[in-house]
């Protein structure tokens, strides 16, 4: 069974940065894509940035130039550096993997199978 943590989660003043990480495991199989997704309060889930198994990614409109997704596949970790951080990224933010043949070209919430249980950011302006 896949297991995703998530971990850096934290409270920072608008401008400051923050760095997320979702460990995987219980893999036996490699996934298509991994990604980040984010709800604030009274907002719908949304993806924020994927990256699929050659490296490719993509990134939501709202944070493109501000957040940077990567990940360690040696360490079945998955990275989300978040910079300039602003009051509206307040969210909590999830990991997810998918095994979707499509999953590389949207960012949308029903392609991914498996969640984490989130890690709160909370930026304060």
């Known amino acids: 069974q896949v297991q995703l943590v998530e971990s850096g989660g934290g409270s920072v003043q608008s401008g400051g940065s923050l760095r997320l990480s979702c460990a995987a495991s219980g893999y036996t199989y490699s996934s298509r894509c991994m990604a980040w997704f984010r709800q604030g309060p009274g907002k719908e889930r949304e993806g924020v940035a994927s990256?699929?198994?050659?490296?490719?990614?993509m990134y939501a409109d709202s944070i493109k130039g501000r957040f940077t997704i990567s990940q360690d596949n040696a360490k079945n970790t998955l990275y989300l550096q978040m910079n300039s951080l602003e009051p509206g990224d307040t969210a909590m933010y999830y990991c997810?993997?998918?095994?979707?043949?499509?999953?590389?070209?949207?960012?949308?919430?029903?392609?991914?199978?498996?969640w984490g249980q989130g890690t709160q950011v909370t930026v304060s302006s």
């Open positions: 997810a993997t998918s095994l979707h043949p499509t999953c590389a070209e949207s960012l949308a919430t029903w392609l991914f199978g498996h």
């Open positions: 990256i699929d198994e050659d490296g490719r990614t």
